[in-house]
Structure formats: structure tokens, C-alpha cells
């Protein structure tokens, strides 16, 4: 079945750093991914739709310029947080789905766990 | 807009007994509805999705839900809950207005976390 993959699981790194993470579909191509953000015991908020080939869509309240999303391939989509501070710490997941079969879920990564100091 | 509520925070249920997580929804056209789990520090796993058909659909490790659209409700359940079923629920919901090319997000429900005692 379709399996979307997430690269880094854990980043713990000093405030000021940007962090880039990956996400990929690894047997389909995915012209749309999607970014969430999970604080602790919450549930999943969207932050973005990465459109390839496009600009992303931001959701309200989301800092396009905090939050930089490339979709440059129908397989990756990348989420860099720039210039972290200790706020930006939270557990961030991306998901796809097949568009090439109808009414399919959408599959996630295993999430990155970000953690700025 | 749509939206999905899950009234419990936590549901906790002795080993071998039936478990039910609630989910009520809310969508302007038809819902497409969906049962994830999440276990500590992953993401989320689909377990069961209502399209259209039977109000009751059957999905991963045992699981059940049964779509009620008079009471707009999308329950999952399980006859016999297992300790390994201890996880985060979350029950997500699409409406079918736009075409589907894959572009929509869902929306989830803010999450039942489900104990299963011993």
C-alpha cells in the first residue's frame, strides 16, 4: 500500500537554527502533501497544503515566511522552520494520498519531533 | 466548514470488554469519515474509513464503526479490547463537494486517548 516517509524522527537543535524536514511518498506521486502541527495531548492542526509546482496554501495564522514549504517533486515535500525559537517546538507530521485512486485515505509519516533549546 | 467532535477526552475499559470512542460530525455535503490511531511519538495509522455503502464498515485489528447520519455520528467500536489497543483515536471527516484529486485535507476531531486496564 502507499507509504509516506519522514525524515528527520527527532531534532533537538540551539533557537535560531532552521530545521528542514522531508516528506516523501515513496510509491506514488503525490501532487498534494499536507503539513500538520500536534502540541502535546492536542490534536492535529493543519499548517499547509504543498501544491507541486505551485505555492503552498497557508492556513490562518500560519508565518508563510516562519514556515517555508517546497514541493519541488511529485515524491518530496519539505517543511523548513526558519530561525527556530523555543515556541516552535511541537511535533510536526505530513501526509499524502494517492490521487490516482479514488476516495483514499491519506497516509502519514511517522512524524518529526522538534526541539528547540 | 466542517468539523468533528470527540466528547471524551479519555475512555478506559477493562481487557475483554467492548470499547466505543464517540465521534459526531459535522459537513455541508456528504461526509467521508475516518478512524485513526496514534501511538507515542508516530503518526497516525489508518484504521477504517465510511465512503458510502454499509453504515457499518470493518477495518484494521478488529475495529468497527458504524455511520448514523440521522444522528450525524460515526462511532468505532471493538467487540473485545486488548491492552496493545492503549493509543491516541482520532475520527476525521472530508466532504465529497470537491472533486477528488487528493487536495483536500481532512479534519480531525481533537482526540480520544483510549486505556485499556488489564
Known amino acids: 500500500g502507499a507509504v509516506v516517509s519522514q525524515h528527520p524522527s527527532w531534532v533537538i537543535c540551539k533557537s535560531g537554527t532552521s530545521v528542514k524536514i522531508e516528506c516523501r511518498s515513496l510509491?506514488?506521486?503525490?501532487?498534494?502533501m499536507f503539513w500538520y502541527r500536534q502540541f502535546p495531548k492536542q490534536s492535529l492542526m493543519l499548517m499547509a497544503t504543498?501544491?507541486?509546482?505551485?505555492?503552498?496554501?497557508?492556513e490562518q495564522g500560519v508565518e508563510k515566511d516562519k514556515f517555508l514549504i517546497n514541493h519541488a517533486s511529485l515524491t518530496l515535500s519539505t517543511l523548513t522552520v526558519t530561525s527556530a525559537h523555543p515556541e516552535d517546538s511541537s511535533f510536526y507530521i505530513c501526509s499524502a494520498r494517492d490521487p490516482g485512486l479514488s476516495n483514499q485515505p491519506q497516509h502519514f509519516g511517522d512524524g518529526t519531533r522538534l526541539s528547540i533549546l | 466548514a466542517q468539523s468533528v467532535a470527540q466528547p471524551e477526552d479519555q475512555v478506559n475499559v477493562a481487557e475483554g470488554n467492548p470499547l466505543t470512542v464517540k465521534c459526531t460530525y459535522s459537513?455541508?455535503?456528504?461526509?467521508?469519515l475516518f478512524w485513526y490511531v496514534q501511538y507515542p511519538n508516530r503518526g497516525l495509522q489508518f484504521l477504517l474509513k465510511?465512503?458510502?455503502?454499509?453504515?457499518l464498515v470493518k477495518g484494521s485489528y478488529g475495529f468497527e464503526a458504524e455511520f448514523n447520519k440521522s444522528q450525524t455520528s460515526f462511532h468505532l467500536k471493538k467487540p473485545s479490547a486488548l491492552v496493545s489497543d492503549s493509543a491516541l483515536y482520532f475520527c476525521?471527516?472530508?466532504?465529497?463537494?470537491?472533486?477528488?484529486?487528493?487536495?483536500?485535507?481532512?479534519?480531525f476531531g481533537s482526540g480520544t486517548r483510549l486505556q485499556v486496564q488489564p
Open positions: 459537513v455541508s455535503g456528504n461526509p467521508y
Open positions: 504543498s501544491n507541486e509546482g505551485s505555492k503552498a496554501t497557508y
Open positions: 476525521a471527516v472530508r466532504d465529497d463537494r470537491t472533486p477528488d484529486t487528493g487536495r483536500r485535507a481532512l479534519t
Open positions: 465510511y465512503i458510502t455503502g454499509d453504515n
Open positions: 510509491d506514488f506521486q503525490a501532487t498534494t
